[in-house]
């Protein structure tokens, strides 16, 4: 909800939201910072067709073929993860190259210099790769739950 008082002829905006918790992985290794900072090639794709799937599996056999994949589906479409670290110019341009990820997803890990996919469970990384998980707050949206 989101409401607007005017005092002195300023505007001030107040937006009042529940909130939860949101678990999930981020690329990068927060212990290491600059140009030393590897990231995981996290994806996000927001389509629930098949092909889409199957295609996106088939690129990423094909491009990384010694390397642990993971997918799996979500509410919107599919995510997927290449267990291997990267710098973070070479992980860019693998998440821009694959096809039917969500560019806008991309562009928001672009600003922040990370991405960060939210996990319906724990995802176990391999041994030999260390995965950075968070714990974020996320705003309910209005159609999930009633504000007023």
Do not use: C, Q
Request: zero cysteines.
């Amino acid at each position: 909800m989101r409401k607007t008082l005017t005092v002195r002829k300023r505007k001030i905006f107040i937006s009042i939201f529940k909130i939860r918790d949101a678990f999930g992985i981020s690329s990068g290794k927060s212990s290491l910072t600059g140009r030393n900072r590897k990231h995981l090639l996290l994806m996000d794709f927001d389509t629930t067709n098949p092909l889409a799937f199957n295609t996106v599996r088939w690129d990423l056999k094909r491009r990384f073929p010694k390397t642990k994949l993971t997918m799996y589906k979500t509410k919107n479409g599919f995510h997927a993860i290449i267990w291997k670290r990267f710098t973070y110019r070479r992980a860019a341009i693998e998440l821009i190259l694959t096809p039917f990820i969500d560019l806008t997803w991309v562009g928001i890990g672009l600003k922040r210099r990370y991405w960060f996919l939210e996990t319906p469970y724990l995802i176990f990384a391999p041994k030999e790769v260390k995965a950075n998980y968070m714990k974020i707050e996320r705003a309910i949206a209005k159609e999930d739950h009633n504000i007023d």
